[in-house]
């Protein structure tokens, strides 16, 4: 019997299918001389601390740099302390004996660096001998399946990939580690989160962040002059900018007295605008952000999910390119799509024709090929799943189509003494813009129509207007831009080829980066506002400490993900980044004990009545400082927030005074105190007979 593992249980099941196996069992599904089983993503990953004998947090312990990483099966948290996830050991206990009773196994986990480490980690903690092989596959589809299962190769060809996985890994894990306990430590108090790609990423929200407020928009001033040739009118703009409005009026007043406006040099030129690239996860995130307001996460799910229903293409890759293999298989696809209400007949039009290779070389292909559809009409889809499929699809599209031909004429002219530009911009063939039909972005330079003009042409002024304007700072980051910012460590790069040179050396890799993201959110560290990205007084006061420290620098971090790749591809050893991720900890954590740290977004309040610490008052909440604690009151109770001195009342006495405008489930609102029950939870006491419910529960009278 052979053993094909997956990640998922739904990936196991399109496998199953194609192989035969039918009969379901606890933990897999049987037949056809396999068992297909599965994880549930990480069920093992390195233990914590605990498991070296280092309890607590103590600065003597620092750095804790094991010499080989124990495994445990992934934990959750229950009550205050963290215990092996039931169903993760139930699972490990099936593949334990399903592996035993195998001749080999087939891993069938996401062919990625993280399914390699998935598996790997489960075969290690399992201490398993039984050989196994690799299925490498780029879509789900029962071709694809059935040619990968043809093609499997020997697992120790993917051996690199796994040292590399496992580097990144504990890598995390030294840095995160050391780097938390190390701030705690200096600060005395309070849990604190730092990580190797997470700080290095809130810098660059904050950095952003206050370059932003701090700003001091500078007053500028340009002429606008009105003009005409042919019936056809058309504005030009000065091409000095003037400081105060006196001098801009002064040249104005000479504008409007001139004889006419002379047209001094006339360029034309034709440009070929080539098609944009497929997408790679990270692409595809930025834009659905743009366009949807989708977070990155969320497009990662459903791109996730479309892939599992053979929809698309592996979604967690890294290129943007297509081998030529791949390439010869387009045009079937792109007649799949003849039938969409959107980009139908250009899709059916390329189907029939020459395609654009832009988009087509295998040297620039990893693990993955870029983001494709399969051919497989989808069904019903909801909305959200339907926009990420057409973005997808459209792109294909886009990306296979003729580039786009434009000719741009930039005109100078003079006035007074006075030179103004203008620029007009006329498409002869839209190409691949006709895809979604979207207009071109224009400056306030480009016209919308310019007659035909020839140096030495004398024309009338028809006007001069004042334009005030202020400079302004760049905007603060979307996730859209933060993701560009970590693809590229932070730095500011237009060109679509310089970003993909860069890729390699970005914060992250197109993966891990919207787990990155949610981290940062879930440490309270930013928030969003509409679409931009803000950092909390938290996210801030923890960006004063690290700023000017190794563990906040973004190209720094980029240079690790470099090495990362280069073991995935047996260019560098392992051990050597593993040694140069232990001399790095030693310095963060050295930088870290000796900084000076006040308080983080919060004051201390009052003393805690589970354990006798301090706790500290935040925006959102009052925590206790002694982690092990783990006391947590929420200002926000029934849409009513607590102020400070009602928190500190319920700390000290256990109860607050009464407290109106707590808000009921069914409209309206009630009055109470709060106070706490035997767990230490919030819960309402009313004044006819005192008696304590939990928020929102019904009201309990004697």
Known sequence: MKVIIAEKPSVAQQIAAVVGATARKEGYIEGGGYAVTWAFGHLVGPAMPEAYGIEGFKRENLPILPETFVLEPRRVKSGKEYKPDPGAVKQLAVLKELFSRAERIVVATDAGREGELIFRFIYHYLDCKTPFDRLWISSLTERAIREGLAAIRPGSEYDDLYLSARARCEADWIVGINASQALAIAAGRGAWSLGRVQTPTLALVCGRYLENTSFTPQTYFRLKLHTAKDATAFAVLSTPKYDTKATANEACTAVRGSDGV??????????????????????????????????????????????????????????????????????????????????????????????????????????????????????????????????????????????CLKEITSVRMECAGIPFEVRGTVVTSAGWRKVWGEPEERTEEDAAALPELAEGDMLTVRGCDLQEKQTRPRPLHTESSLLAAMETAGKELEDEAEREAMKDSGLGTPATRAAVIETLFSREYIKREKKSLVPTEKGLAVYGIVKDMRIADAAMTGGWELALAKIATGEMSAFTFRKGIEVYASQITSELLKAQVGSVAGHTGAPCPRCGGRVTFYPKAAKCENAECGLTVFRTIAKKELTDGQLEALLVKGRTPTIEGFAKKDGGTFEAAVVFDGDYRTAFAFEEGGKARKPGAAKVRK
């Open 262 to 403: 002379q047209v001094t040099k006339v360029e034309r030129r034709k440009v070929t605008e080539q098609p944009p690239l497929l997408y790679d996860l990270t692409s595809l995130q930025k834009e659905a952000n743009t366009r949807h307001g989708f977070s990155a996460e969320k497009t990662l799910g459903i791109a996730q999910e479309l892939y599992e229903k053979k929809l698309v293409t592996y979604p967690r890759t890294g290129s943007r390119y297509i081998p030529q293999d791949v390439f010869e298989e387009i045009t079937p696809l792109l007649a799949s799509l003849s039938g969409h209400t959107g980009f139908g007949h250009q899709a059916a039009d390329l189907s029939g024709g020459e395609l654009n290779r832009r988009s087509v070389d295998g040297r620039k292909v990893t693990d993955h090929h870029a983001l494709l559809i399969t051919g497989h009409t989808p069904a019903e889809l909801a909305a959200d799943h339907a926009k990420i499929y057409d973005m997808i699809a459209g792109r294909m599209v886009e990306a296979f189509s003729p580039a």
